[in-house]
């Protein structure tokens, strides 16, 4: 049996994506005070208890079905039937979410992401800085004026979880990006990240050339040309160019993977960046902390 024709697998997936939402509504309620009529509630358990029902009985149809196709372990087997029945982009939004939240730890304690001893770490936030915290203020001017302007104690208890967590997930965006620069680790390898969105490591073997070339690409965040060319773009921006010798493999923000053998990515300082791919030395200055623009004082 396949695992896409497993009974009650779009049901299942489905009714998660329908009960997240009342079950967050009815949160908000209780914390805001409002009294949920006797009926309301019963009824809200009675769905939960029977969406659980069916994600547990088709998550175990699921493991049955991977263990005896597969043959393989418990662990394994679980794995697969969560991997089966989570859509791979819903896990991804919500392991990217969680990464940026930590990342909002970190920049508050000053601290970045795994940076290994001698590498050169590559800032890259510069363009995007300033419509970061343009887009954080007016988050919080737009929480505080429907404040004022919302009569209902449930409308505005709503209002104000969900522009509460947007303001904290647009900080916690722009901390990933300034806790996650892209690394130049001592043997020339390069690895480029945007923030929880974006990680790809390339090995020095395969890196042929690096130069500085300033680009204005169109499109989104992560996009790759027909002649297998990535742009890794920050406001629209590149200014290093890497060739390589062979094509590298990758995986976009929701899970789709592709391939490129031209790299191009935004550097704050693109000589230094340039220069450690071409130099791929270890220097004393090298081992010296860089101040990362970004970091609260």
């Known amino acids: ?48 208890v029977a969406v659980l029902v069916l994600e547990a009985s088709v998550l175990w149809r699921l493991y049955a079905a991977s263990r005896r196709r597969d043959g393989t372990g418990r662990p394994a087997a679980l794995r697969s039937a969560v991997g089966t029945l989570v859509p791979v982009a819903l896990r991804r939004l919500v392991t990217h979410e969680f990464r940026a939240l930590h990342s909002l730890g970190l920049w508050v304690v000053r601290r970045r992401h795994r940076i290994p001893e001698g590498a050169l770490p590559v800032p890259y936030t510069e363009p995007q800085t300033g419509v970061m915290y343009t887009l954080a203020f007016v988050s919080v001017l737009e929480t505080v004026v429907l404040a004022l302007v919302i009569p209902w104690p449930l409308v505005h208890a709503i209002l104000l979880v969900v522009d509460v967590y947007g303001v904290l997930l647009v900080l916690a965006m722009h901390a990933a990006s300034v806790t996650r620069p892209h690394v130049v680790e001592a043997d020339g390898s390069l690895r480029l990240r945007y923030g929880a969105l974006f990680d790809l490591r390339v090995p020095a073997a395969v890196i042929a050339a690096a130069r500085v070339e300033r680009r204005f690409p169109g499109g989104g965040l992560v996009r790759v040309d027909e002649d297998g060319t990535l742009d890794l773009a920050v406001g629209s921006r590149t200014t290093v160019t890497v060739e390589l010798t062979e094509p590298v493999e990758f995986v976009r923000p929701l899970g789709r993977r592709g391939s490129a053998r031209t790299l191009r990515f935004n550097a704050d300082d693109p000589r230094a960046a340039v220069a450690a791919l071409v130099t791929p030395s270890l220097t004393p200055e090298r081992t010296a902390p860089t101040p990362t623009p970004g970091l609260p004082a």
């Open 1 to 48: 049996m396949s695992a896409e024709r497993a009974p009650g697998l779009r049901v299942a997936r489905a009714a998660a994506w329908s009960v997240l939402p009342g079950e967050l509504v009815l949160v908000v309620c209780a914390v805001a005070g409002v009294r949920i009529p006797d009926p309301v509630l019963l009824g809200a358990g009675a769905l939960v």
